[in-house]
């Protein structure tokens, strides 16, 4: 009896002393706020690297300031107002000797020609878009792709409309200043960036035929599924660089569904699920040397409302892109926009609640990331597979908890492709997880019992746990498969 | 704020005899009052006098131009004789309103900032509506004061009919029968007296009392729709499902009794209605259960985040009304500011004093076109500068729209130099490029100098300005209907003046060789 007692008491001790030590995610990633000077508003909305150690950083309302020490004590920080007046920047990218900005209107080249310390050449690269002056008409801008071409997404006219030249389009603007119409279908874009192969993707937010916000690829040619802005495939630029307009898709229809039908019609790579893991889908970045912790080249994106950064990780599957959304790290000021890595693995994340609120609480906000050095246990790839899905982890795991079924559990949904603003979860199944082998030290083949195209996979792997015990920091999974990949099934 | 001398060209100013009213004729009348009310709007009073202490007048937050607001008419005021004179003593009368708009430089208030620019010309019949309005702010309200002077009336021989069904517009009540009728001694027009709360229609009739013959004005509010007849004729038409929505008719009366009869229905959610009736001697008289509220207007004017400017010019690109939404704001420390519009690369606007309050668009999400702060705004037609014309009457390619780029230009950008002013650049066409630099220059009434710089080769037609009227005085160009005089200092050739579609446009053309200049000055004209 006594000895039962012992035993339960120091089984309790033990749950405790566990429960107590759970890891959380400031363990692995430390989250430095920048306090903004007084008389400074800085709704952080561009984050840029200068050749000269300093960190460039716009404001949705106009300034740029460059901040001396970018990674030294935050509060000895010098900011310094390097321009202003410029009309809702939204990103920074420095190139060939210039300061490159997407503003509403146009693509700027900025420069210090005096030396002074503050720009005094700002030249118009192009400004071949238009703008109504509805506050909707937003235009993000990546860095030169490997052709010196910069990508620019451009908002629709509100949700629904698109009143003015490429509303609702994505544009290149070349290194001679030309622009070309690239693809159509865009609805509120929210960031834009290129990925490490080069490649370039944007984040698209929940509204008229975009039920839950997302990551999707653009390419030449695509049409990312709004049809707003179908009129112009009219104009002269865009009959040349984009041939016929696409087939209209039909309302309360499936993306599965729309796409046979439509060939240009280009799915989300990513869906982050509304009210889950976002509601508003922002800039991104990524880690090119694994200096930033395990992640090489997922995509750290942003999502303003959640004033967190989610993580994606994508994979091509039959030649179209896909991929599995993990929440990442939470504790940003405010609702977070830019973000920006450098290659010696510090993340720089800033953003602003200013018209639709953020979790964060401040205003607006600069926040610093680096990784501790310490290893998070987490999903490191999602992968599909014809029958299931492959998981491999950022440690060696425990062979019992991970080879058992019920260590997992699966639902599956989709989202209305339609004219109407977002869309409720619609579909839902929960497909059972019916094997889950361990292939490996950090590598778990899971079996189900059916996947369904075009349909959200959300994977829960709350009882699997490392082989020291530790259970897995963001334990859930969301696949979104456009494809199933064919064949063997190994 | 400069407080110096008048210059000479201030004292060319028309001299008009000030009318002398009748005060009773003033007082009362609500349609003059009302015709007033219009009148401070089309004289563009507005945009300095505010009338309300909830809407600000922009430009006079920077002028510190006296407000309309409660107890001014009649009392003492102390004036400087000339901007910037010797101070006296008025009256804040007829003679003295009628003078002030008529001759603004000769009384200026003392707590002004600046003197009033003259406003388009009033005759003496607007003179008359303007004092009466005015005159009528001071007396707590204007006609439209929803506030005090609202009295409770009273429909005699009333009585109600109350019917139901579903509409979405007002049936002929004349083919139903009504489920309930009846009298109420209150002679109030109340949809309460139906007893029930959706899907039901009322007609209420009685007679009101008319003492003067004259116009009377019906205010007929609803929630859903209505219909008022007097003596059996339509005076106010508000059918149709709708939120409470108020419609105003107006009808000649004879003293007597006059039929009423008001027309109602509700399909679902609130039930309200709301009439008054005003007209000679009568202000406001209630005859329904409830008043009009005044419409809650957004901020008009957002204030907050006034870009201030100190040694240095300041850029503000954003949305600024009057401008494309490619409106680049400059902030001069000269206190002169202009609206250079990269669609058209022309100057769209030049003010005074305060330059933009930021507010609107640094809060919420920014929406929408913020007008300028300061004072003497002058708005330019928004037309390009430059153009290649086939032949020397060949049309000035017109702006169609806000949105409408120049045809044939190309914005490149500017390039911050001394005191940080920007010089724009921009191309015609391939072959010629322009320079276009504004320096201002301080005074009393401050101006600017706009050095324009042509390179390449090739022949190309400058619009200085255009107006309904262009005329040529003492070397320069006053611009018709504006406060802008144009002059071409050092400028060999004379523009032409040609008339097209309507107007007349100020023309210089280039023949350019290497490079070409022209320099405009832009003054004001008081």
């Known amino acids: 009896m006594i000895k039962q007692l012992t035993r339960l008491t120091l089984l309790a001790g033990l749950a405790l002393a566990q429960a107590a030590a759970d890891p959380v995610e400031s363990d692995y990633y430390k989250i430095d706020a920048f306090p903004v000077p007084d008389g400074i508003v800085m709704e952080t909305s561009g984050i840029e690297m200068m050749p000269d150690g300093k960190l460039a950083i716009c404001s949705r309302r106009g300034d740029i300031y460059m901040l001396s020490n970018p990674y030294g004590d935050p509060a000895k920080i010098e900011w310094n107002l ?17 300061l490159y900005c997407t503003q509403r209107g146009e693509l700027t080249q900025i420069k210090d020609v005096d030396g002074d310390g503050r720009a005094d050449l700002f030249q118009t690269a192009n400004d071949g878009w238009g703008i109504t002056g509805d506050y909707h008409e937003y235009a993000f801008g990546t860095r030169p792709d490997a052709n010196g071409d910069t990508w620019i997404v451009l908002c629709l006219t509100g949700s629904f409309n698109s009143n003015i030249d490429y509303r609702g389009w994505c544009v290149r603007v070349t290194k001679d ?81 729309e796409q046979p039908k439509i ?221 199933i990949p064919p064949g063997d099934l190994n | 704020m400069h407080r110096t001398k008048r210059t000479q060209s201030l004292c060319v100013i028309g001299l008009a005899a000030a009318v002398v009213l009748s005060p009773a004729q003033a007082a009362d009348d609500a349609k003059l009052i009302a ?50 004179g010797p101070e006296a003593t008025v009256t804040f009368d007829e003679a003295y309103f009628a003078e002030s708009v008529r001759k603004p430089m000769d009384k200026v208030s ?121 003596n059996g004729k339509l005076v106010v038409d ?88 490619r409106g680049i704001g400059v902030g001069y420390p000269e206190k002169v500011n202009l609206c250079f519009d990269a669609n058209t690369m022309q100057i769209a606007m030049l003010w005074h004093g305060a330059f933009m309050d930021a507010a609107r668009h640094w809060n919420g999400r920014g929406q929408g076109f913020q007008r300028p702060s300061g004072h003497y705004l002058i708005h330019l037609t928004r037309d390009q500068p430059f153009a290649q014309l086939d032949s020397a009457d060949a049309a000035w390619p017109r702006a169609e729209g806000r949105d409408t780029r120049a045809k044939g230009l190309q914005f490149r950008g500017y390039q911050l130099v001394e005191k940080r002013r920007p010089v724009f650049m921009y191309e015609i066409g391939e072959r010629l490029k322009v320079v276009d630099f504004i320096v201002p220059r301080q005074g009393a009434l401050p101006s600017i100098i706009r050095m324009l710089g042509v390179n390449g080769t090739g022949e190309v037609w400058y619009l200085a300005a255009a107006a309904k009227t262009i005329t040529e005085e003492n070397g320069g160009y006053n611009i018709g209907g504006s406060m802008l005089r144009v002059s071409f200092p050092g400028l060999g050739a004379k523009p032409i003046i040609r008339d097209n579609g309507g107007r007349q446009e100020l023309l210089i053309k280039l023949d350019v060789v290497g490079q070409a200049s022209i320099q405009q000055q832009y003054e004001w004209k008081l």
């Open chain 1, 177 to 257: 200043g030309e622009l070309i119409p690239t693809a159509s279908g865009i609805r509120s874009p929210g960031g834009i960036g290129l990925n490490h192969l080069g490649e370039v993707f944007y984040a698209d937010n929940q509204g008229p035929w975009n039920g839950s916000s997302s990551l999707k690829p653009l390419s030449h040619g695509s049409f990312q599924g709004h049809p707003g802005g179908f009129r112009w495939y009219d104009t002269a630029a865009a009959k040349a660089s984009m041939g016929k307009r696409p087939t209209q898709p039909k309302t309360n229809s499936r993306w599965v569904a």
């Open chain 2, 110 to 230: 003392k707590e002004a900032a600046a003197p009033m620019p003259p406003p388009p010309a009033v005759n003496d019949e607007e003179m008359k509506a303007l004092i009466a309005y005015v005159r009528s702010l001071s007396e707590g309200g204007g006609a439209e004061d929803p506030n005090g002077l609202i009295a409770k009336g009273k429909i005699n021989n009333f009585t109600y009919a109350a019917y139901k069904g579903s509409w979405d517009k007002l049936p002929d009540f004349s083919k139903l029968k009504p489920f309930k009728t009846g009298t109420a001694k209150s002679g109030t027009a109340d949809p309460g007296l139906a007893g029930v709360g959706e899907n039901f229609g009322v007609v209420f009739e009685g007679d009101i009392e008319i003492a003067k013959k004259g116009d009377y004005t019906f205010n007929l509010g609803s929630d859903d729709g209505t219909r008022l007849y007097i």
């Open chain 2, 35 to 84: 015709a007033g009310k219009a009148l401070f709007q089309l004289k563009i009073c507005f945009t300095c006098h505010q009338v309300d202490e909830n809407v600000p007048a922009p430009a006079g937050i920077a002028m510190k131009a006296p407000k309309f607001i409660g107890g001014f008419w009649g009392k003492k005021r102390t004036v400087t004789l000339g901007y910037g």
């Open chain 2, 238 to 325: 508000n059918d149709g499902v709708h939120a409470m929505r108020a419609k105003k008719g107006s009808i000649a009366l004879e003293p007597g009794a006059a039929k009423l009869k008001l027309e109602y229905f509700e399909k679902g959610g609130e039930e309200q209605l709301a009439l008054d009736m005003s007209g000679p001697g009568i202000k406001r008289l209630q005859l329904a259960k409830q008043t009009i509220k005044p419409q809650r207007r957004g901020q008009a004017f957002p204030t907050g985040n006034p870009i201030t400017i100190t040694d240095e010019a300041r850029i503000y690109r954003n949305f600024i009304e009057g401008a494309s939404p």
């Open chain 1, 263 to 483: 060939p240009e019609l280009v799915p989300s790579a990513i869906v982050f699920p509304h009210g889950i893991l976002g509601n508003s889908t922002a800039g991104f970045a990524y880690d090119s040397n694994g200096k930033f912790g395990p992640f090489k080249n997922q995509l750290l994106v942003c999502d303003q409302t959640f004033s967190v950064v989610n993580r994606a990780f994508l994979e091509k599957v039959n030649g179209v892109y896909q991929g599995a959304a993990f929440s990442f790290l939470k504790g940003f000021g405010s609702g977070n926009i830019a973000a920006h890595m450098q290659p010696n693995g510090t993340l720089f994340v800033g953003g602003t609640d200013r018209g639709w609120g953020a979790r964060g609480g401040r205003r607006f906000a600069l926040d610093r990331v680096t990784w501790t050095g310490k290893m998070p246990f987490e999903i490191h790839e999602m992968r599909a597979k014809p029958d299931g899905f492959e998981l491999t982890f950022t440690h060696e795991i425990d062979a019992i908890t991970a080879a058992d079924p019920a260590s997992y559990s699966m639902s599956a949904y989709t989202y209305i492709y339609r004219a109407d603003y977002g869309s409720p979860v619609v579909d839902q199944t929960t497909p059972k997880i019916v094997g889950a082998e361990v292939k490996g030290p950090k590598t778990v083949r899971l079996t189900v019992d059916k996947l369904i195209q075009g349909h959200v996979h959300e994977l829960r792997a709350k009882g699997v746990r490392s082989a020291k015990g530790l259970p897995i920091l963001h334990p859930v999974g969301y696949y979104t498969l456009n494809e």
């Open chain 1, 82 to 98: 390097y321009a202003e007046g410029l009309h809702e920047p939204l990103n920074l990218s420095f190139n060939d000797g210039w």
